[in-house]
């Protein structure tokens, strides 16, 4: 496939990411690492997938204190491309502002956001998606990325599924935006058909976008516009505009007033929430342990799970079924797939007592 | 209680401890690590037990690999007293040479051997078994000290307790020696009251046994005499020694010529034969996580069992019960309190893999 004519990349390069801690750190979070064992990052390889569609028309945006490592980790995008956010004010602030530039660089401009720390397995049925998703953006439409569920995930927003698109085959109109279901919920939503996960994957005209928000909060809007304007004004308002999802702040208000469409697509998609998530992906399911990194460090006897051998010594593992082990070179973790969640909690314990250096 | 007239304390220290790999290391033997937290090595442990009961009259009998570190670890104690094996011979031989030194140095002696890799907890009792011991020595038998078993232990050999030793209270006679039994057998030795655990403390005048020996293996008593009376000989006679232990040697025969008596005594002893065995002595068996080292390296949340911390470098264990972690410059360990005798499997592979440098 081609690239789209006019079609831009909005790559949101945040999280903290810290149920994968010790691997994800405040100061090299979850996007920067190479969590695949391909030898990219989730940055390069978000990036490499979303190359064939854009070519070089590309907006990266990211925190000020990983702007230098997102150049070192792209040296072949103009560093212009990459925009520092002075603070972290969530999805809308961040993709507001790419559309902001956008609008004024490229009156043509269709533009998509796809987090820098996801992974897609199938590309074709990704460009696919995205290649209508970008003729649906060009008629004024909202446009996101439904992705098939695999399982009843009760981490995930999920959209309800509307009447197909008069005119474009394959997409259809957005019932609503649902938020993270409980369990049996999830269930029911998994059996029914209808619903889709929210991957934040988002294809819309800049202004489109743009005029959403002002229909939403008039001055969010104004200020973005102002920035794009003048650049120089970013320190001064960036850190005055609301912190609030893209979700909250446009889809689901537009969503509400049918004017958000979805295509649905199954690209094999994971956001690598946890370390399970990441066994899952390495193929932990099929039995013995997984390394992430150099598997002539581990040494496995009657054990299943996952390693990551982060510092060159030798990791032995006896006797233990789907464990996880990870070894840095300032702290190791030790737990289970099923206590995945709660590593977020000792990255809290840590902060609690004053180790920053660790976190 | 002053030290005991002519009683000399003779430590082997040797063992290669590969089931507490990877702190054990063929360069550094359990011996010569602290693994009660006391901030003493197993070796100065066992001098520190046994000063009060025999002064400075002391031989250590190691491999020449490790003379440095046990004078390193021994500051106070005389170069001399510290002899170095050119092989390992197993305990006949490293026994029956300091038999044969002292025979020279001090007719009066009694001796008694005490492995240099062992804890024990109720000093008052240990020191009064001792002293019974070294009477009974006096009187020609070769004695050794009969552990009160805790569990039924497949691991250790057993004393099979026979008649009071007439004249000497709280000494018996030896009915046998019994090898390491199956476990229903262990459960019968347990329950029945008759058995005691042979920890290889054997107390006994060096004249006697090696005269003991000589009955068995007249060539080999003749050569570790020959060796104590020309030290020059030492590297030219010791390799053709034969390698076998002390209690086949000497002990069985003995016993079954009605020579040798027994203490029974109930010394809080262990060998800390693998991690299980150290997570109890360290008291895992009342919950939480027990860790060896710098306790505040340790975040724990759900779990039990023990962490060795030893690179400074901070560990998380979560979700996990009776886990074992062992934290090492160049090797980790992460097994079960149940699979801690897999741990010397670990060590073979490394070693058929020529990871020497690691074992």
Chains 1, 2 share one sequence.
Not at 36 to 65: C, F, H, I, K, M
Not at 110 to 125: C, E, K, L, Q, R
Not at 315 to 329: E, F, H, Q
């Amino acid at each position: 496939m081609g690239s789209l004519e006019s079609f831009w990349a909005v790559i949101p390069a945040g999280g903290a990411g810290t149920r994968l801690w010790p691997v994800s750190r405040a100061a090299a979070p979850k996007f920067l690492h190479d969590l695949t064992g391909n030898g990219r990052s989730l940055l390069q390889q978000t990036v490499d997938r979303l190359a064939p569609l854009v070519g070089d028309r590309l907006l990266v945006v990211t925190g000020e204190a990983h702007r230098e490592a997102v150049l070192a980790e792209l040296p072949h995008v103009d560093p212009g491309a990459v925009v520092a956010e002075p603070s972290a004010r969530d999805s809308m602030a961040a993709i507001g502002l790419a559309a902001a530039m956008l609008e004024r660089v490229d009156p043509e401009a269709v533009m998509g956001s796809f987090a820098a720390d996801h992974v897609v397995t199938d590309t074709a049925a990704f460009e696919a998606a995205v290649s209508t998703a970008v003729e649906v953006a060009r008629d004024g439409w909202l446009v996101t990325l439904g992705i098939t569920p695999t399982h009843p995930a009760t981490g995930f927003g999920y959209i309800h599924l509307g009447a197909e698109l008069p005119g474009h085959p394959g997409a259809c109109q957005v019932a609503a935006f649902v938020e993270k279901p409980a369990a049996d919920v999830a269930e029911r939503y998994l059996a029914g058909g209808q619903h889709r996960w929210n991957a934040g994957m988002f294809v819309v005209r800049p202004g489109v976008l743009l005029d959403l928000l002002a229909g939403q909060d008039p001055e969010f809007a104004a200020r973005l516009r102002e920035i794009a304007a003048s650049p120089d004004l970013l320190g001064q308002l960036w850190d005055r505009l609301p912190r609030i999802a893209l979700d909250h702040a446009v889809a689901e208000p537009a969503a509400a007033a049918g004017r958000v469409a979805v295509v649905p697509v199954d690209p094999g998609w994971d956001d690598i929430g946890d370390y399970d998530a990441l066994a899952v992906l390495l193929g932990a399911d099929d039995g013995g342990v997984r390394v992430l990194g150099d598997a002539s460090l581990v040494d496995v006897d009657d054990a299943t799970g996952l390693v990551v051998p982060g510092t060159g010594r030798t990791v032995a593992v006896v006797g233990l079924d789907d464990v996880v082990v990870v070894d840095t070179p300032d702290a190791l973790l030790v737990t289970t797939r099923a206590h995945a969640q709660q590593v977020k909690d000792v990255v809290a314990r840590l902060k609690a007592a004053g180790r920053t250096d660790l976190v």
